[in-house]
């Protein structure tokens, strides 16, 4: 088939690259042209694992293409994909401009059938009011279909590749046909494609990350209760997590979920609910319950240093959200950083990552090391935030040379807690006995 994909944010590349690898003939369309040739150049503007093999081969085999030209873009394309920003208003609600704008510019330069996916992360209601502005702008049929993305940053190219499950939602046999068509190649080994109304589709997505987003929640609840009762969270996620009406999946406990999803979803259909006057209490409490969370490891911090951490030095190993991605949006890395340094403490950090991100939007308030050795060189403590498998299984005598005093903050629950007290740690981790 022949696809254009508009926006070419982590969404949008993915899901072009992806749908070039199965032989369809895509051009993806970003209205920023410095990106445009960047992508053109064989250079990729994020980090995915395995995204980059695919990216290259397809654009050496002619069937990935860029421009910042939508009318070239879209002119043979039988399937339109909408993959646009929908940022979190001042209210905490979906903005829909980029995606409305787009339909509008779109709308005014087709010339025959076409469908149109919003695969953004969308209010309820959104498809329809994608097609009033068709509608509104030209004669021409047009079919708009929901079908949300569930790739997870670190192995979207295998989500995509081999989805757990396909939503699409068209009242139209018609886009049915074709989409069915398109997503053939990803289903073979039988996962299944759920067809349904546009509206159900979109409060698919919507309802499956404040799902996630709450198991995660309240496991960390969980957590903070064991501390406080002298329970192990760790045995109790492995009681619970082997009833399989629960699942093991999503229940490590830590310093609350970031990204760019869970976050904004969350916040957007806690939003919608309000607009149709009805009270979502669980999501108003995973909200507040998160936002405590990123900072329960300074927290910790502060009360061993007795509040008083002017003049002390952090090492910190992690800054992307989740390991396998460079994406620092709503990191809790970030919010430590912030409370660190307005207490007087100095920062030094590693991510294998995410280093250029944070310097971009923090400069020279921190110091950045090369590797997560030279970030201990001096530091009266270790503080983890994010679960790179780097991280796991260090060098333990190469940490005891270069850290001043062997105390860790992990807000990962890394290590074992027998070796720690072998290795002669005080370590504090979330949920757990605090070894000393």
Not at 7 to 21: N, P, Q
Not at 335 to 343: F, G, T
């Amino acid at each position: 088939m022949k696809i254009a994909v508009i926006g070419t944010g982590y969404v949008g590349l993915v899901t072009g690259t992806c749908l070039a690898e199965t032989g369809n003939n895509v051009i993806c369309v970003d209205i920023v042209e410095e990106k445009v040739n960047k992508m053109k150049a064989g250079q990729l503007p994020i980090y995915e694992p395995g995204l980059d093999v695919l990216f290259h081969r397809n654009i050496a085999q002619g069937r990935l293409s860029f421009t910042t030209n939508l009318a070239e873009g879209i002119k043979e394309a039988q399937i339109i994909f909408m993959a646009l920003p929908t940022p979190p208003g001042g209210d905490g609600a979906a903005d829909l401009s980029y995606i409305l704008g787009a339909a509008k510019d779109i709308s005014k330069l087709i010339t025959e059938y076409k469908v149109i996916v919003n695969k953004s992360t969308v209010p309820v209601g959104t498809a329809d009011k994608v097609a009033a502005v068709f509608a509104e702008h030209t004669n021409i049929e047009v079919d708009v279909v929901s079908n949300p993305e569930f790739l997870r940053e670190g192995v979207a190219v295998d989500d995509f590749m081999k989805p757990d499950r396909v939503v699409i939602g068209t009242r139209s046999e018609k886009a049915k046909k074709l989409m069915g068509e398109l997503y053939a190649p990803y289903v073979r080994q039988g996962n299944p494609i759920y067809y349904m109304d546009e509206r159900s589709s979109e409060l698919t997505k919507y309802a499956a990350n404040s799902f996630l987003a709450t198991k995660i929640t309240f496991m960390n609840e969980i957590a903070n209760l064991c501390e406080i009762v002298g329970a192990d969270v760790d045995a109790v996620r492995k009681g619970i997590g082997s009833d399989d009406r629960i699942g093991k999946r999503f229940l490590f406990p830590g310093i609350g979920y970031g990204g760019s999803c869970f976050p904004k979803d969350v916040q957007a259909l806690e939003k919608a609910a309000v607009e149709h006057k009805y009270d979502f209490k669980i999501l108003k409490a995973v909200m507040d319950v998160n936002e405590k969370q990123k900072v329960v490891l300074t927290d910790k911090v502060l009360k061993y240093y007795k509040d008083d951490i002017k003049g002390k030095k952090f090492a910190l190993w992690g800054l992307a959200f989740k390991p396998e991605t460079d994406d620092i949006r709503e990191a809790p890395a970030l919010y430590i950083i912030k409370d660190l340094l307005a207490a007087g403490a100095e920062i030094t950090v590693f991510d294998p990552e995410a280093m250029e991100n944070v310097k971009a939007l923090l400069g020279d308030k921190i110091s950045y090391a090369k590797d997560q050795y030279e970030a201990l060189g001096g530091a009266d403590a270790l503080l983890i935030a994010t679960e790179w498998p780097v991280f796991r299984n260090p060098d333990f005598e190469k940490m005891d040379e270069v850290l001043k005093n062997k105390v860790v903050f992990d807000g990962r629950n890394l290590f074992d807690l027998q070796k720690m007290i072998d290795l002669g740690y005080y370590y504090n981790s979330i949920g757990r006995k605090i070894i000393s």
